[in-house]
Antibody, heavy 114, light 108 residues
Framework: EVQVVESGGGLVQPGGSLRLSCTVS????????MSWVRQAPGKGLEWVAH????????RYADSVKGRFTISRDNAKNSLYMQMNSLRGEDTSVYYC???????WGQGTQVTVSS | QAVVTQEPSLTVSPGGTVTLTCGSS?????????PYWYQQKPGQAPRTLIF???NKHSWTPARFSGSLLGGKAALTLSGAQPEDEADYYC????????FGGGTKLTVL
């Protein structure tokens, strides 16, 4: 069974950092581009970043460029998002997404507040 | 970066047919942009209904279909059910990933 499971969300103060993780199973992780997508309360979906299967290409939304870093460890079937200099507008549910075929995780909540 | 446009809201009667569309400010949507369609119900994660323009997952109800229509990607629902009431998002995969703003579909 194909599964995507996020973890690492929580409450963080403005200016703080957080690292999200996503662990997958049921498919050959290294073959696929993977994305992070977020959704602010009451808002639509926003693509945040993605990374190629071998990690050689990464792209970011302008809203997070320079603050967020996407990475992966294919040996651990895991995707990561290091989030620095967090702002209130980063408050969202963050989803891990296998690009091809669109396989979604259940999401992890990130709240940036003092 | 292209802006992806969707109808903000649509209403369909139970058993009726409705078509949601997905356009791009960069020009006509073609199969080279590999349009995807996602469904999201309140309090739930999105799930993918259609990928690469027309392909369905095993969990995609047969009443949903994807196509290209008049320079846009289209999601057609034939025989709407109450459980189809949800938000629907498209995404165009060619180049930078951009979601449409979503369509709130009401079955009434």
């Amino acid at each position: 069974e194909v599964q995507v499971v996020e973890s690492g969300g929580g409450l963080v103060q403005p200016g703080g950092s957080l690292r999200l993780s996503c662990t997958v199973s049921g498919f050959t992780f290294s073959n696929y581009w993977m994305s992070w997508v977020r959704q602010a309360p009451g808002k639509g979906l926003e693509w945040v970043a993605h990374i190629k299967g071998d990690g050689s290409e990464k792209r970011y939304a302008d809203s997070v460029k320079g603050r967020f870093t996407i990475s992966r460890d294919n040996a651990k079937n895991s995707l990561y998002m290091q989030m620095n200099s967090l702002r209130g507008e980063d408050t969202s549910v963050y989803y891990c997404l296998r690009d091809y075929g669109g396989i979604w995780g259940q999401g992890t909540q990130v709240t940036v507040s003092s | 970066q292209a802006v992806v446009t969707q109808e903000p809201s649509l209403t369909v009667s139970p058993g009726g047919t409705v078509t949601l569309t997905c356009g791009s400010s960069a020009g006509p949507v073609t199969s080279d942009l590999w349009p995807y369609w996602y469904q999201q119900k309140p309090g739930q994660a999105p799930r993918t209904l259609i990928f690469d323009t027309t392909n369905k997952h095993s969990w995609t109800p047969a009443r949903f279909s994807g196509s290209l229509l008049g320079g846009k990607a289209a999601l057609t629902l034939s025989g709407a059910q109450p459980e189809d009431e949800a938000d629907y998002y498209c995404m165009l995969y060619g180049g930078p990933r951009v979601f449409g703003g979503g369509t709130k579909l009401t079955v009434l």
